[in-house]
């Protein structure tokens, strides 16, 4: 699942080596250019290394209009099938929805229509114990309920408590994307409690002011917001090209909130 | 002056310490994804870094079509003036001219309209000789009658050839760019007896027939157009990805036309 596409994205999964071609998934925050300007160029790249597995791709219906034309001007029928869907920035809601994970929409607060990604898994069903399950000699039909976290009786009536039998799977994993936007207390709610949370902090605090007239966020506000979630981990990016230093913006920030990590081109954060 | 935009053509502008702010008119050949998906960014990067100086940029109306959408989705009005030129496909003829250089547009053969452009420099003037002018105390009202050529008749009707009072200036500079397109002689015509011709070399000849089926040209094909029109240099690009090792490419090029050379990302050529 790749999340936004800013020009140079194409060149940038190839040197740190991550093959496109196993992207089946690519979410569009809003249409400022370094969120999509790479998406044409990506596109084009699978079609031409002769991609045939479909594609999806979330993000509003301007995206589309805008692939679209470019497609028809250069004459170009995409080998895959991309198979879009359009997201209402206005409205947030589940986007995508899969047997172990679902994707909602946030609505954000930005110059221009702009949406956030939820990315969360389901619960797991809970890992049965082999050993427990052949010592009790428990039929292979009662292991989907041992799984969702029943006893087990047995033919005499004696109860095996679940907790012999089973243990509880990993924790369901969460991770938000708060693209470009403006500190906005209402985004809290929707990402309380995610394992990771991405909220871009575009200026230092000194700088706050022109981060509300540009609807940007300053590292303290992205912090304020992580805190109020009650998020584990904060990662902060979209740094304005002004900072040749990036301290003072993860300082600043984690004066508010301690968990926070710089989101640097090339790193990997494990959830 | 910019020829053509391919994604990434900002970062690597930056990479080679060209100034991108001295950019003043951008020409864009077609619009297949390699050679103007990089202008948007480009532009957008010129607007946020406080251009304010007028940029012309030629292209067909089509890319204007492209970029007046993205301008409008993104909610962006330029801080500087984008004066956009239409350039018909179709049709050759010049686009651009000022006291020093005529751009001309050539039409090219290829799966969608494309057009390539030739640079000539004007004939300068001839330069003077101060030290003749003033041995024999030429008047200034007769400078710019030398410089073109004329001889100099002083008040006793003795005459001082011109050759003697001033030397000919360099001669005039002309580079041809000619972007993806099939074989085809009818550009030797266009692009004679010009210094430096670049032209596409996607494929070795063994892929002749792919060549022709994909709209581009053999490196032996760049060639034979080269020889034709009589240029002094030759460069060959656009090769194929499947190239790893270019030495075939130029060696075919260079059997047929020996001054050739790869046209590589970051070498400069002068002419």
Redesign the interface.
């Known amino acids: 699942m790749l999340i936004d596409c800013g020009?140079?994205t194409?060149?940038q999964l190839a040197r740190y080596k991550v093959r496109a071609h196993r992207i089946s998934h690519i979410f569009i925050s809003h249409?400022?250019?370094?969120h999509y300007?790479?998406l044409?160029?990506l596109l084009?790249s699978l079609h031409l290394q002769g991609r045939t597995s479909e594609l999806h791709l979330y993000g509003q219906q301007?995206l589309m209009?805008?692939l679209d034309?470019?497609l028809r001007?250069?004459?170009t029928t995409l080998r895959f099938n991309l198979i879009f869907h359009a997201v209402r920035h206005y409205l947030g809601g589940v986007v995508f929805e899969d047997d172990h994970m679902q994707v909602k929409s946030i609505v954000m607060n930005h110059?221009?229509p702009c949406t956030g990604f939820l990315f969360r898994e389901k619960p797991r069903p809970r890992k049965l114990l082999i050993n427990k399950i052949r010592q009790h000699a428990i039929p292979i039909e009662y292991f989907s309920r041992i799984k969702e976290g029943e006893d087990y009786r047995d033919e005499d009536g004696r109860v095996i408590p679940n907790q012999e039998l089973s243990v509880a799977p990993p924790a369901p994993k969460s991770y938000a994307f708060c693209s470009d936007t403006l500190y906005d207390r209402t985004i809290a709610t929707e990402v309380r409690g995610v394992d990771l949370l991405y909220h871009e902090a575009t200026f230092t605090s000194d700088l706050q002011e022109r981060a509300e007239t540009t609807y940007h966020s300053t590292a303290r506000q992205a912090a304020l917001l992580a805190r109020e979630a009650g998020v584990r981990k904060l990662l902060i990016g979209h740094f304005s090209a002004r900072y040749k230093e990036l301290a003072p913006l993860l300082r600043e920030a984690r004066e508010v909130f301690p968990e926070t990590e710089l989101a640097i081109e090339g790193r990997r954060f494990s959830i």
Chains 1, 2 share one sequence.
């Open positions: 020009e140079g194409q060149m249409l400022h250019g370094d300007l790479g044409m160029g084009s301007d209009d805008i034309l470019q001007l250069s004459n110059r221009i």
